[in-house]
């Protein structure tokens, strides 16, 4: 009979300990910044959704790629890439740049089309679940923000993880602000006008460089636009479990995730990426979001990411910065204006977000 007692007593100690450890790491309550939001606009349905949407499950509906496996990774980012390259519509010249990260050398290119303006330029940060991605696997993004604005686009291709880094991702993306503040398409020249911008693991990234260029560098951007952010490294948006059956992008890569307790899910989350999940660098939602500059947010009503997106608008406009957040309805998925030439809904959302760049690069 003791050494049940005795068991049980170890049980409630271990478990008193993971949930006080979960309380710390979880951050402060997000829930006061929970909105509904009217539809901004609602996908008809069509054959082409339903074509896009049996495209995405062949894409991402696969086996996850375990960790250790690097071949795995090469291969998911050489898919990436692939569906990039296939994008022969595509209009652009693609000039390489080489930055110096604490003498390393990080690539990236720019998008130009005809009529750019060197001086007019946005720093676009790719996602990809801080794994795969690059500036080739973007080029509809880059291209089509290019098109809109005649900016210099310039796309960094930051380091991934695994084999990298949480914080090199971050550390990666300050020294590709600072760069793109200094230098264009042309060679060194200071930016007269500056957007940043990215979706999903890039959204974050965007986010996070707008709240940490206030004081760390030279200026703060004029704009910021975010495609489904993911903002909260602690996973309290409640979409991430209520949309999880509608978002067939990102339900292959958190579906088991979300089923482990926080309190296990919490720490784990620490010790694989070396950083507190509610640290501001790596959740923008957690930081200080006043003087902010004016931020376009959109997000698909039915993914997971949804509440993310919500909440930072929110929480935003509380600090007394200028927010917008756009909810898309109608069973769009993660990042669909990337898709513009598969679904007309993409290319609305990429005209408002010209609409919004133009009135404040050429402000």
């Known amino acids: 009979m003791s050494y049940?007692?005795?068991?049980?007593?170890?049980?409630?100690?271990?478990?008193?300990?993971?949930?006080?450890?979960?309380?710390?790491?979880?951050?402060?309550?997000?829930?006061?910044?929970?909105?509904?939001?009217?539809?901004?606009?609602?996908?008809?349905?069509?054959?082409?959704?339903?074509?896009?949407?049996?495209?995405?499950?062949?894409?991402?509906?696969?086996?996850?790629?375990?960790?250790?496996?690097?071949?795995?990774?090469?291969?998911?980012?050489?898919?990436?890439?692939?569906?990039?390259?296939?994008?022969?519509d595509l209009k652009a010249e693609y000039r390489p740049a080489e930055i110096d990260v604490d003498g390393n050398t990080m690539t990236g290119s720019w998008t130009l089309v005809e009529g750019y303006d060197?001086?007019?330029?946005?720093?676009?940060?790719?996602?990809?679940?801080?794994?795969?991605?690059?500036?080739?696997?973007?080029?509809?993004?880059?291209?089509?923000?290019?098109?809109?604005?005649?900016?210099?686009v310039f796309v960094p291709n930051y380091r991934l993880m695994p084999e990298n880094s949480r914080r090199d991702t971050i550390t990666d993306s300050r020294v590709a602000y600072d760069w793109v503040l200094e230098n264009g398409p042309?060679?060194?020249?200071?930016?007269?006008?500056?957007?940043?911008?990215?979706?999903?693991?890039?959204?974050?990234?965007?986010?996070?460089?707008s709240n940490w260029s206030r004081e760390n560098a030279a200026r703060k951007p004029d704009a910021v636009i975010a495609f489904s952010p993911g903002?909260?490294?602690?996973?309290?948006?409640?979409?991430?479990?209520?949309?999880?059956?509608?978002?067939?992008?990102?339900?292959?890569?958190?579906?088991?995730?979300?089923?482990?307790?926080r309190i296990i899910l919490l720490p784990a989350m620490k010790r694989h990426s070396g950083m507190n999940p509610a640290d501001p660098d790596q959740s923008p939602i957690f930081d200080d979001l006043s003087n902010l500059p004016p931020t376009l947010i959109l997000a698909a009503q039915e993914e997971v990411l949804y509440d993310d997106g919500a909440r930072y608008t929110a929480k935003m406009e509380a600090a007394g910065s200028s927010a917008t957040f756009q909810n898309w309805a109608g069973g769009l998925p993660h990042v669909w204006p990337i898709f513009d030439d598969k679904i007309p809904e993409a290319n609305q959302a990429l005209d408002g977000v010209g609409d919004f760049l133009n009135a404040h690069l050429n402000g």
């Open 4 to 88: 049940l007692l005795a068991l049980l007593v170890l049980i409630l100690v271990l478990f008193t300990y993971l949930y006080l450890r979960s309380r710390k790491l979880a951050g402060a309550d997000l829930s006061e910044f929970d909105r509904e939001v009217a539809p901004f606009a609602v996908a008809k349905p069509s054959k082409a959704l339903d074509d896009l949407n049996q495209y995405i499950r062949e894409m991402f509906g696969g086996p996850g790629v375990s960790a250790t496996a690097r071949s795995g990774w090469e291969a998911k980012r050489e898919r990436f890439d692939t569906a990039g390259l296939a994008r022969t």
């Open 118 to 152: 060197p001086d007019k330029r946005i720093l676009y940060m790719h996602g990809g679940a801080f794994t795969v991605g690059s500036d080739i696997s973007h080029r509809p993004l880059s291209v089509a923000l290019a098109k809109r604005t005649k900016a210099a």
């Open 186 to 209: 042309d060679g060194p020249a200071k930016a007269k006008s500056l957007a940043l911008g990215g979706d999903s693991a890039g959204g974050n990234l965007a986010l996070m460089l």
């Open 231 to 261: 903002v909260d490294g602690t996973l309290s948006s409640p979409s991430l479990k209520s949309n999880l059956e509608t978002d067939l992008m990102l339900k292959p890569l958190l579906g088991k995730l979300m089923k482990i307790p």
